[in-house]
Structure formats: structure tokens, C-alpha cells
């Protein structure tokens, strides 16, 4: 299958710090890319589907002020988090999808909110 | 919204036969999908089955589908202690194109 690579696996920030969380399609070009975060209990949460060149398109209830999303080209989308709290502290997982109707998911992000 | 609902947990003893399933209530899903996630990893797409399909087969894997019914079973033969992780179920809709997933069943393989 097609390979999504998502950057860095984990990472540990300051409360009030940004964290920018990359997402690369590597094989193929991502005309889709959605972000969901992954709670305590498995569930998957989409937050937000953006396709290239354009605003992200958020779900109810996410802040788009607060969980940044550019689409800037083909191959990378990112998420940002911005003055991330402890209740941001989540796995956040990217997932990419080209001219097929599958979707490749990335090996997710850590992100813990000291 | 459109549901995806799985049961939590299932145990099985290596070498058995685990049966997964899965059921959705969008009537319109085109695509099903099993994707499965170990500790502390993103999702692996599995396999997946086109709705028009009752069946499909992969390796160990045995998709099976009743769209009467809304669903879905994953079979997986010989279990192996490294099938141990979690599977979700997901469903497209030819609308949307946004995967819809259930909530994950935990595949416990025991010795």
C-alpha cells in the first residue's frame, strides 16, 4: 500500500508552547488528507479533512484557532497546536488519500502537554 | 451521523480462528475497510471489500459482508500472539468519502 509518513512520533511540550505535527504522503500525491485524534478509550475523532490548496474543513466542536491545518501542497499537510494544554495531550493520527477511496493512515503522534 | 459499532474485546488461544465483526447503519457504503493498529502505532490498512462483494479473501484473512444485514465480520485464521492489537471497522459512503470508524476491538491472542 501507499506510505504516509507522520512526524515526529512523539513529542513532549511546555504548557503555552506550539507543537507543528507534519504528515507526508510519500508515494503518492494526497489529494485528501484527514486529521483525527485518538482518545483514552480508542475511539477515532476526525477533526478536520482539508484538500490541497484550500481552508481545512473542521468538524463541530474543534477549535480552528487552536489546532491549525495547512494543506500547502500535494504531499504535506500539517497540524499545529497551538498554546497546547494538558487536555490537549492526545494521539493525533493523519491519514492521506490520493485518487483511490482508501485511506493510509501515518504511525500517529504522541503529544504530551507538561 | 452514520454509526460504525464493534464489539470492545475478543480472546482467542493461538492457533484458533478469531472472528471480529462489525455493523454500520449507512445504507449507502460503498466501501468497508479493517484496519488494524498495535500499541503505540498509527492504523495498517488490512483489506478491504467493495459493497457490491460478499466476500473476499486474503492470506489468513476472510472478509465477509451481509449488506442486508449492515455486516461486516473479519476473520483471521491460525491467530497468531502477533495479531494482538486493535481493529477498527470503517465505512465510506459514496457521499461524503470520509471514513466513518467503529470504536476498535482488542484482539487478545493467548498462549
Known amino acids: 500500500g501507499a506510505v504516509v509518513s507522520q512526524h515526529p512520533s512523539r513529542v513532549i511540550c511546555k504548557s503555552g508552547t506550539s507543537v507543528k505535527i507534519e504528515c507526508r504522503s510519500l508515494?503518492?500525491?494526497?489529494?485528501?488528507m484527514f486529521w483525527y485524534r485518538q482518545f483514552p478509550k480508542k475511539s477515532l475523532m476526525l477533526m478536520a479533512t482539508?484538500?490541497?490548496?484550500?481552508?481545512?474543513?473542521?468538524e463541530q466542536g474543534v477549535e480552528k484557532d487552536k489546532f491549525l491545518i495547512n494543506h500547502a501542497s500535494l504531499t504535506l499537510s500539517t497540524l499545529t497546536v497551538t498554546s497546547a494544554h494538558p487536555e490537549d495531550s492526545s494521539f493525533y493520527i493523519c491519514?492521506?488519500?490520493?485518487?483511490?477511496?482508501?485511506?493510509?493512515f501515518g504511525q500517529g503522534t504522541r503529544l504530551t502537554v507538561v | 451521523g452514520e454509526d460504525v459499532e464493534q464489539s470492545l474485546f475478543l480472546s482467542v488461544r493461538e492457533g484458533d480462528s478469531s472472528v471480529i465483526n462489525c455493523t454500520y447503519t449507512?445504507?449507502?457504503?460503498?466501501?468497508l475497510y479493517w484496519y488494524k493498529q498495535e500499541p503505540g502505532a498509527g492504523l495498517q490498512l488490512l483489506t478491504y471489500?467493495?459493497?457490491?462483494?460478499d466476500m473476499k479473501q486474503d492470506q489468513r484473512l476472510t472478509v465477509l459482508l451481509n449488506k442486508k444485514d449492515k455486516h461486516l465480520s473479519l476473520r483471521i485464521a491460525d491467530t497468531q500472539t502477533g495479531d494482538s492489537a486493535i481493529y477498527f471497522c470503517?465505512?465510506?459512503?459514496?457521499?461524503?468519502?470520509?471514513?466513518?470508524f467503529g470504536r476498535g476491538t482488542s484482539l487478545i491472542v493467548h498462549p
Open positions: 491519514s492521506a488519500r490520493g485518487g483511490y477511496t482508501e485511506a493510509f
Open positions: 508515494d503518492f500525491q494526497a489529494t485528501t
Open positions: 482539508s484538500n490541497e490548496g484550500s481552508k481545512a474543513t473542521y
Open positions: 449507512d445504507s449507502s457504503s460503498t466501501y
Open positions: 471489500i467493495f459493497s457490491n462483494m
Open positions: 470503517a465505512e465510506i459512503s459514496g457521499g461524503s468519502y470520509i471514513p466513518t
